[in-house]
């Protein structure tokens, strides 16, 4: 079993707070990774989409960057408002197959 | 623009009873995923299969079986299901050149 973790597991903030996420993977055989999001009651939803190292990938107050090299990436939510609420999942795709890793999630939750 | 569907949002079945929850995708993908999510755990793996007829376990295989007889269906089957077979049954879809799409989940239970 291939290990993709993420930190923290959950998260309370603030409105109008920034925070940060991380997951780790392995630095061999990279493919790809992806965040998503996932609320309540919904399907995960594709964030971002990152396959080069030094990937820097932004979408509105999210963003992300990509070090394949050490193995890792950071999401980042600017000014996180009640609506970012959900959990966010990362998934490590090898070059050697097809399947997804994902880590165990990131909940996050905004409070007014 | 529904693009990944599982044939029921809510099921509640039987301890012993054979269980089918299909998944239907329209993009022509090859790669298709069934997953299931419980507290605490995540998303675990249970069968991918990247073309018609082909299929490969995960890592919680047991219990349960894969049919892929057409490219946009997966099915998967809990042959004589048990209480610890509860869970949310999530199906995805990859086409591998971009991000993958999931279905709205299955909450299975069994009593």
């Given at each position: 079993i291939l290990n993709v973790e993420q930190s923290p597991q959950s998260l309370h903030v603030q409105e109008g707070d920034s925070t940060n996420f991380t997951c780790s993977f392995p630095?061999?055989?990279?493919y790809a990774l992806h965040w998503y999001r996932w609320e309540t009651a919904k399907s995960p939803e594709a964030l971002f989409v990152m396959t080069l190292n030094g990937d820097e990938k932004k979408k509105g107050r999210i963003s992300a960057t990509l070090n394949t090299k050490e193995g890792y990436s950071y999401l980042y939510i600017k000014g996180?408002?009640?609506?970012?609420?959900a959990t966010y999942l990362c998934a490590f795709i090898r070059n050697t197959g097809n399947q997804f890793y994902f880590g165990t999630g990131t909940s996050l939750t905004v409070i007014p | 623009d529904v693009k990944v569907t599982q044939s029921s949002r809510y099921l509640v079945k039987r301890t012993g009873e054979k269980v089918f929850l299909e998944c239907v995708q329209?993009?022509?993908?090859?790669n298709m995923f069934w997953y299931r999510q419980d507290p605490g755990l995540g998303l675990r793996l249970i069968y991918f299969s990247y073309d018609v007829k082909m299929k490969e376990k995960g890592d919680i295989p047991e219990g349960y079986s894969v049919s892929r007889e057409k490219k946009e269906r997966f099915s998967l089957i809990l042959e004589s299901a048990s209480t610890n077979q509860t869970s949310m049954y999530l199906c995805a879809s990859w086409g591998r050149a971009a991000e993958a799409f999931f279905g709205q989940g299955t909450r299975l239970t069994v009593v």
């Open positions: 630095s061999s055989n990279f996180s408002q009640p609506e970012d609420s | 329209d993009m022509d993908h090859e």
